[in-house]
């Protein structure tokens, strides 16, 4: 029986582009850089992401970017844009929804999304 340790990872936001940062969260998250990598059993990876609020992002992206919800019911879809995400959430928030995007849609996505920590 194999023994696992927890490889742990962080990332520095502070002046790198939202895409950046995220896309190199879900691929360590994804750990296909592990040789130990299986598709159908999550990684034993935790990744930090520090100063999330300190990321480059430009105006046309605050105002270009939506996030959508969608509650199930009729009419129960809502929008909202990039700023006024972060400011309601903060940028921790933003960041989770944008690598949780990038992640494959199974079930093994809640489990990937709770070993990402962001701090701004």
Do not use: C
């Not at 129960?76 to 972060?86: I, P, S, V, Y």
């Amino acid at each position: 029986m194999a023994t696992t340790t927890k490889t742990e990872y962080t990332i520095d936001a502070k002046g790198k582009r939202m895409g950046q940062v995220a896309a190199d969260a879900a691929a360590l998250l994804l750990a296909k850089n592990s040789v130990d990598f299986v598709r159908h059993i999550p990684a034993d990876v935790k990744v930090m992401v520090v100063n999330a609020s300190l990321m480059d992002i430009s105006d046309k992206k605050r105002e270009m970017s939506e996030y959508q919800t969608y509650s199930g019911y009729p009419g129960g879809q809502k929008r909202e844009k990039l700023g006024t995400l972060a400011k309601r959430r903060g940028y921790a928030e933003v960041l989770k929804r944008t690598i949780s995007g990038m992640l494959p849609k199974n079930k093994l996505r809640d489990i990937r999304i709770k070993n990402l920590f962001i701090t701004e």
